[in-house]
């Protein structure tokens, strides 16, 4: 984590060239798309999977992708991915989102009458953008590389295509929720929410922060499967008064 500047990666040099992958394919998708703007893809789903499958099938990359990943068995990693393990590239592990969604993303709500403690919640996220975001923030905040692959032909006709990343392997046990808590102190993450962490200074919100989805590595966090987000204004203000 670097949020404050402070350099502590835990899988070697920085992740620059990771993130430009998620950086230049949110250009690619907006110039294929005209658009730099959110995508109702519930609304536009089948006008942008016309615009994209013709790409998709026509590129080398996607082409080898396909190749590359079909066949070979999966996990199910919740409601996001498909989780594949590749012979031919075994440090690292392969993600495919899946049902229709560009993995998830949480929403909000300051209520909680039943005292959960939990005010973010997951549901599908139907804008490519966000999801390229997402991975792009995680990159920046440490030397962990998650990488943009390319993108995969949508598993049913006029549903979304899909999008394939791929993370280093990581060894290690899950942690528990207070050794969470206690890395992320470190870097200036307060918990403001059941499994939900935010920074402050910079606005980097991360959520779905569950022990399922971090490794402490070295004593150093690394949320591998969190949702990444800047704080709304209304989190903000909604965090701050519960500080």
Same mark, same amino acid.
């Given at each position: 984590?670097? @949020?404050?500047?402070?350099? @502590?990666?835990?899988?070697?040099?920085?992740?620059?060239?990771? &993130?430009? &992958?998620?950086?230049? @394919?949110?250009?690619?998708?907006?110039?294929?798309?005209?658009?730099?703007?959110?995508?109702? #893809?519930?609304?536009?789903?089948? #006008?942008? &999977?016309?615009?994209?499958?013709?790409?998709?099938?026509?590129?080398?990359?996607?082409?080898?992708?396909?190749?590359?990943?079909?066949?070979?068995?999966?996990?199910?990693?919740?409601?996001?991915?498909? +989780?594949?393990?590749?012979?031919?590239?075994?440090?690292?592990?392969?993600?495919?989102?899946? /049902?229709?969604?560009?993995?998830?993303?949480?929403?909000?709500?300051?209520?909680?009458?039943?005292?959960?403690?939990?005010?973010?919640?997951?549901?599908? /996220?139907?804008?490519?953008?966000?999801?390229?975001?997402? #991975?792009?923030?995680?990159?920046?905040? &440490?030397?962990?590389?998650?990488?943009?692959?390319?993108?995969?032909?949508?598993?049913?006709?006029?549903?979304?295509?899909?999008?394939?990343?791929?993370?280093?392997?990581?060894?290690?046990?899950?942690?528990?929720?207070?050794?969470?808590?206690?890395?992320?102190?470190?870097?200036?993450?307060?918990?403001?929410?059941? /499994?939900?962490?935010?920074?402050?200074?910079?606005? +980097?919100?991360?959520?779905?922060?569950?022990?399922?989805?971090?490794?402490? +590595?070295?004593?150093?966090? +690394?949320?591998?499967?969190?949702? @990444?987000?800047?704080?709304?204004?209304?989190?903000?203000?909604?965090?701050?008064?519960?500080?």
């Amino acid at each position: 984590m670097d @949020a404050k500047k402070r350099n @502590a990666p835990p899988q070697g040099a920085s992740s620059g060239s990771e &993130s430009r &992958s998620f950086r230049d @394919a949110s250009h690619e998708l907006g110039r294929l798309l005209q658009s730099r703007a959110p995508v109702d #893809w519930q609304r536009s789903r089948r #006008w942008c &999977s016309e615009i994209l499958t013709p790409v998709i099938e026509a590129s080398p990359t996607s082409r080898r992708l396909t190749e590359m990943l079909e066949g070979h068995p999966y996990i199910v990693g919740g409601d996001e991915h498909h +989780v594949i393990n590749v012979e031919s590239d075994p440090e690292r592990i392969y993600k495919i989102t899946h /049902n229709d969604n560009f993995g998830c993303i949480s929403y909000f709500s300051p209520h909680d009458p039943d005292l959960t403690g939990k005010h973010f919640h997951g549901t599908g /996220n139907a804008d490519p953008f966000l999801y390229l975001k997402r #991975w792009r923030i995680l990159n920046l905040l &440490s030397g962990y590389k998650t990488r943009f692959e390319g993108f995969l032909l949508p598993e049913r006709p006029h549903w979304v295509p899909r999008i394939c990343i791929s993370q280093p392997k990581l060894g290690g046990d899950n942690p528990n929720v207070e050794d969470i808590r206690s890395a992320m102190k470190k870097y200036g993450f307060d918990e403001i929410s059941e /499994n939900a962490f935010l920074h402050f200074e910079t606005r +980097v919100l991360l959520t779905d922060m569950a022990p399922r989805n971090v490794r402490i +590595v070295d004593g150093v966090p +690394v949320p591998f499967d969190a949702i @990444a987000t800047f704080a709304t204004p209304e989190v903000l203000e909604w965090a701050r008064r519960e500080r």
